[in-house]
């Protein structure tokens, strides 16, 4: 039998919890053997008294009491936040201890120390529900396509600004209004500044990008931006120029560089990412001989996340002691800002300048509605079109990235 731990039983521990009963045949079934649970929980790490799912009489508040015991072999780490979850995964680690986790700031701000750690402890650090909840993307790209040379990963990987911009496109609200909906709904936190502003999927787009390209970045070593300054003329402008604005983490070759980044887009109705709507995140990887294949499903929420965890502590029993490891000192890989070809939409004010805007600009598509002047300009440096705006003599409403 396995024994392991769980730290924190909160809304993901408390699923993993109840996926390793409801399920427990299963996967003993999967392990070839035959007992009522193959896989047990001994501990329970948490400040409450009670905790609920029947496990109260396995709760502690001592990480010494996990550490120090030899019959745990797998910590799950569902507690979220930097500190102590560092610190505790860290230290079952250099117990000889499997850590799962499905904290994705952890992952991103220590990664490399991590797993580091795992690897020359013989043991594994795993994180498949750190990025899309409960959808398969870190261990298709670390073992399914782990012989493929990865041109692109991107995709919508926050489940809150996707319904929010959904609702604004669906049903014509302000930025304001949709999330107040969202908050309602339970779909954003109380204080939403991690999602509306880029930061969740900045981390979960540089756990991609370091897997695909052998490199280790964070947050703070790439450009994002959120949704906040999304506005309705915005949404209905990109619908008129034929596209939809989706919030995007993006990670992609660029000659010997990496251009990686997040930023709202206006998307192609073209792109099987335009159709993806409310909560729902996607992400497509793009492999030189594979072609493109795309990821789709709940990207949050208990049991899809649980979900995920329960498939690392599978795979830290079926195959321990793997251990990727991330490379520092590859930050130079990584384009700047201002390197990033890409096309731009553009809105400013005033209508009847469509002559003045392609005299400037080129010849563009351009559209006109509620009194302003949408265009979109081509993929070049992105440099090169701040420069033409800033010698642009009207006034530039919204700047934002555009696929093509």
Known sequence: ????????????????????????????????????????????????????????????????????????????????????????????????????????????????????????????????????????IIRPLTACLCGERINSVSGILNGTTNYILSQMEKCGVSFKEALADAQAKGYAE???????????????????????????????????????DI???????????????KLLGVAKRNGDNIDAFVSPMLVGLDSPLSMVNDVFNAILVEGENVGELMFYGKGAGSLPTATAVVSDIIEAVDAPRRSMIWKNGSKDMISSEDGIISALYVRVNGTGISDKLISHFGDCKIVEHCGCTAILLPAKDQAAHLELLKSFDGEVLSVIKADK
């Not at 402008?237 to 034929?242: H, Y």
């Open 1 to 136: 039998m396995i024994k392991i731990a769980i730290l924190g039983l909160g809304v993901v521990g408390g699923g993993v919890a109840d996926i390793l009963e409801s399920e427990k045949s299963l996967i003993a079934k999967h392990f070839g053997v035959e007992c009522e649970k193959f896989i047990e929980v001994k501990y329970v790490l948490d400040l409450r008294d009670s905790v609920g799912h029947g496990l109260d009489d396995r709760l502690t508040k001592s990480i010494d009491d996990i550490l120090n015991d030899d019959e745990v072999s797998i910590v799950v780490e569902t507690m979220g936040g930097l500190h102590p979850a560092y610190e505790f995964s860290l230290a079952a680690l250099k117990k000889g201890k499997n850590v799962v986790t499905s904290n994705k700031a952890v992952v991103s701000a220590y990664g490399v120390e991590l797993l580091g750690m795992a690897a020359e402890m013989g043991v594994s650090y795993l994180f498949e529900a750190s990025v899309g909840g409960g959808i398969p």
């Open 231 to 245: 506005e309705m003329a915005d949404i209905e402008c990109a619908e008129l120029l034929g596209k939809r604005i």
């Open 190 to 228: 109380k204080d939403p500044t991690a999602d509306v502003s880029g930061a969740d999927t900045c981390r979960k787009i540089c756990i991609l990008a370091n897997i695909a390209y052998d490199i280790y970045i964070t947050h703070e070593d790439i450009c994002y931006n959120g949704i906040e």
